[in-house]
């Protein structure tokens, strides 16, 4: 139909997710080779407005909040300065046996909000 796949832009925000990480000084693998693992625990998207292929849009993530256990996002994509949607999504920190645990305190704090290309 030359729209992009709505299983797609979770895609684009976990790509987002990722560099926010990576902004504030961690890499996910750096963790996960800690045994920490962030698993999603709820996801919801409004798909206000179709993404054609090749299209340049621009991803914006936020942290909304922080527990010792779980993260909070919100995003919002954008094409020529219009929303084409809007999404949030808990992640829940779990160890290697695939528990709860608490994450790094260094992760507690609320980190800044990051702008991440999404990928064509």
């Avoid at 961690?26 to 996960?32: A, G, K, V, W």
């Avoid at 998207?45 to 010792?68: F, G, M, N, Q, S």
């Avoid at 919100?74 to 779990?94: F, M, N, P, Q």
């Amino acid at each position: 139909m030359g729209h992009l796949h709505h299983a797609r832009y979770w895609e684009y925000f976990e790509h987002a997710r990722t560099e926010l990480l990576r902004s504030n000084g961690f890499r996910y693998r750096d963790l996960e080779s800690d045994g920490v693992f962030f698993v999603v625990y709820r996801a919801a998207c409004k798909y206000l407005a179709p993404i054609r292929y090749d299209e340049v849009v621009t991803v914006h993530v936020r942290v909304t909040r922080v527990t010792p256990t779980r993260v909070e996002h919100a995003y919002i994509i954008e094409r020529d300065g219009r929303t084409t949607s809007e999404a949030s999504s808990t992640l829940a920190c779990v160890g290697r046996n695939g528990r709860p645990q608490a994450m790094p305190r260094a992760l507690w704090t609320e980190q800044p909000a990051c702008r991440a290309p999404a990928a064509d």
